[in-house]
Each structure stands twice: as C-alpha cells, then as structure tokens.
C-alpha cells in the first residue's frame, strides 16, 4: 500500500500541475486572441471607414464581451498607475468611459463582472481615479497576470501622468 502511494501522490500533483498551466495557458491565449481580434477590427474598419468606436475599433456596444471590457479598463488604467512594466494604453476621456458604461449596462446580464464594471467605471466618470492601482491589478489578475513587474504599486504623479500620456502612443 505505501509503494502504491509512493507512486500515486506524485503522479497526482503532476497531473494538478498539468492542468492548472493549461488552464492559465487557456486564458492567456483567449486573451491574447480578444486583443489580436480588436486590432485586427481597427486595421479593417480604417481601410472600409467603417464607424469606429471611441476606442478607434469595431467593436460595438450590442456585442461587447468581459475580455473586451477587460482589455479597455486595464489599458486605460495605465494612465494612471505606476508598475514597472506597461503593454497598451488609451487615453481615458470622457467619451470613452460613458461608451464602456452604456456598453456594460447594456450588456450586464451576460457579462461575468458586470457589477465590478460598473463600480469602476461610475468612479471614473466622477473622476475618482482613488482606487485605480486596485482595480488595475484586478484585471491585470483576471487577465492572467503574473509578472510582478506588470503590477501596479502606485498612483502616477500629475506631472508623471502627463509625461506618461506625451510618451505613450493611443
């Protein structure tokens, strides 16, 4: 019997290891697809000009999904956080927010983290950016996040923030 235990705990913790890297690695390439899939959008809509969102895609609101949301919350955050490492940025605007916000409401009954949208996206049309690094890695989390050097630590400075926007491409 312990011969058989010897042999059946590590073949189990094996098997667990295995399929939480394909379940990680399952979402990462989701991810990674929903972004490939909006720029791919945004390269066609130029070329047909097609009406664009205030992101600069196709995506519409009637169609929005959690990763789409996901990607546009966390490339806005950027503007405002502090973390090592940074991939992709919009500019926050006004427009942009109250478009996310009348997307989720549209859509909430079909979206994962529709009550966590809404939160986060009322606080950004009262420009209270106070819990920005929070929600940051927040999604950073959801999306699959697990270099450190991606999360956030702090809030940008007004001077840090606009030199980030000058030197950053939306």
């Known amino acids: 019997m312990k011969k058989f235990l010897k042999i059946?705990?590590?073949?189990?913790?094996?098997?667990?290891?295995?399929?939480?890297s394909f379940i990680y690695h399952s979402q990462q390439t989701n991810a990674l697809e929903n972004e490939q899939e909006v720029d791919h959008n945004k390269t066609e809509a130029t070329e047909e000009n097609i009406e664009l969102n205030p992101f600069g895609n196709t995506v519409k609101k009637e169609n929005i999904d959690d990763g789409v949301i996901l990607g546009y919350i966390h490339r806005m955050s950027h503007q405002k956080?502090?973390?090592?490492?940074?991939?992709?940025?919009?500019?926050?605007?006004?427009e942009r927010i109250?478009?996310?916000?009348?997307a989720v409401k549209q859509n909430k009954d079909h979206l994962m983290y529709g009550d966590e949208y809404l939160e986060i996206l009322t606080r950004w049309s009262e420009?209270?950016?106070?819990?920005?690094?929070?929600?940051h890695n927040w999604v950073?989390?959801?999306?699959g996040g697990t270099d450190e050097k991606e999360k956030a630590t702090g809030i940008l400075s007004e001077k840090e923030e606009i030199e980030y926007i000058h030197n950053t491409k939306d």
């Open 81 to 94: 956080v502090r973390a090592e490492e940074k991939w992709g940025f919009y500019l926050i605007t006004d």
């Open 8 to 20: 059946i705990i590590p073949f189990l913790f094996i098997i667990v290891g295995l399929s939480t």
């Open 140 to 143: 950073w989390k959801i999306q």
């Open 98 to 102: 109250e478009w996310l916000l009348d």
């Open 127 to 135: 420009s209270d950016f106070s819990k920005v690094v929070e929600e």
